[in-house]
């Protein structure tokens, strides 16, 4: 089966392009001497997930506790909840034998009222400059809740963990170095500054995928946890991640409308969502980038609009379009377009091979 023969909008992602995405990080890992915990937030599927830790620990990274029970419930085991667990979720997490991320005394009051049996992995979220989540890491409240983890009793204190998601807003390689020489020095700072108060630090754990395709070292750090790169997007492209040729995920859709000067596609926010990419570099950029179906950029024609369920494009490009036409959207963001879909077909070039399912839910 073809990919034109599918019904549209439809999500689809090459499978060549993900294996070699996969491959390229698994060997920057290697290159820089650290463990790769991949996070599975983008995707949310068992193969890709599978693809990515090949050669490596087996950890993963997930968002959710959905995604830590189906990963788990795939043999995944070694899993790292990375976003602050929420007091009211923290004995649901337990009982997933998940590593715990916290940066708030209420988090850690409600992971010691809520364990019981093996003492409970747990990580101290720094902020390394995004200023999203995390303790300052030279503030006095930093120091005491590191101790705190340190000392209780079922808390099992594995390190820090930190995230320089400030590298979304860079323009270049350039940019993106500096974000990751920062996200490095400063987490690393504070597991120097820890280990000198007595404090164990045994895992410093780092990462996004912009950081980890331009950082020059990672002394001092044991894992990265980049996610995104395993399918890319088009803001990843934009500002120098990679190369359009990496981008592994696209939508099928098909041309509804041909007008003078514009098309209207079978493809709205419930399809691409309203992510208005990558701005800061382009401001005409539009809501993806039209392909072909051999995944070759259109010229002259760009989706300057998404209402429900339809898309708006327009350029003198729109001339060579017509009516049943079918053509890809190269996405903004890839984590919310994949979230956009029960499924995705998997294709070799234009061939469909098979589909993913990604878990759903929180």
């Known amino acids: 089966m073809q990919i034109s023969e599918l019904p549209t909008p439809a999500l689809v ?28 937030k983008t995707h949310k599927c068992v193969e890709i997930g599978e693809l990515q830790v090949q ?54 009051d409600a992971i010691e009222a809520s364990a019981a049996g093996d003492a409970v992995r747990v990580y101290l979220k720094v902020d390394c400059g995004y200023g999203r989540a995390g303790v300052v890491p030279d503030s006095e409240g930093a120091l005491a809740l590191a101790r705190r ?55 410093v754990s780092l990462g996004s995928t912009p950081t980890m395709m331009h950082v020059d070292h990672l002394e001092g750090v044991t894992e990265m946890r980049p996610g995104n790169y395993a399918l890319f997007d088009g803001f990843q492209a934009a500002i120098g991640s990679c190369r359009p040729e990496d981008v592994a995920v696209s939508v099928l859709s098909t041309v509804t409308g041909a007008y003078d000067g514009r098309v209207i596609l079978d493809v709205g926010a419930t399809a691409l969502s309203k992510d208005p990419g990558p701005t800061h570099v382009d401001p005409d950029c539009g809501f993806g980038v039209i392909t ?32 049943g036409d079918m053509v890809r959207i190269r996405p903004n963001h890839s984590c919310l377009t994949m979230a956009c879909f029960p499924e995705a077909h998997v294709a070799r070039g234009t061939e469909l091979v098979g589909q993913f399912r990604p878990c759903r839910g929180w």
């Open 292 to 323: 072909g179906l051999d995944l070759e950029e259109l010229s002259n024609l760009k989706l300057v609009g998404l209402s429900q369920e339809h898309g708006k494009a327009k350029g003198a490009g729109a001339s060579a379009l017509q009516v």
């Open 13 to 40: 992602l090459d499978l060549d392009r993900i294996e070699s995405n996969c491959a390229a990080m698994a060997e920057r890992a290697h290159a820089l001497g650290v463990s790769l915990r991949p996070h599975m």
């Open 149 to 203: 983890l340190s000392e209780a009793s079922v808390i099992d204190f594995r390190g820090l963990l930190t995230h320089g998601g400030q590298s979304y807003d860079c323009v270049d390689a350039a940019g993106i170095l500096a974000v990751a020489q920062t996200e490095r020095d400063v987490v690393v700072g504070f597991a120097q500054r820890l280990r000198a108060e007595n404090i164990a630090v045994d895992e």
């Open 55 to 108: 050669g490596h620990f087996g950890g993963i990274t997930v968002s959710t506790l959905a995604e830590a029970r189906h990963f788990r419930n795939s043999g995944f085991e070694d899993i790292t909840l990375a976003v602050p667990i929420a007091p009211a979720r923290a004995a649901e997490a337990i009982s997933l034998k998940v590593n715990l991320l916290v940066d708030s005394t209420e988090a850690v």
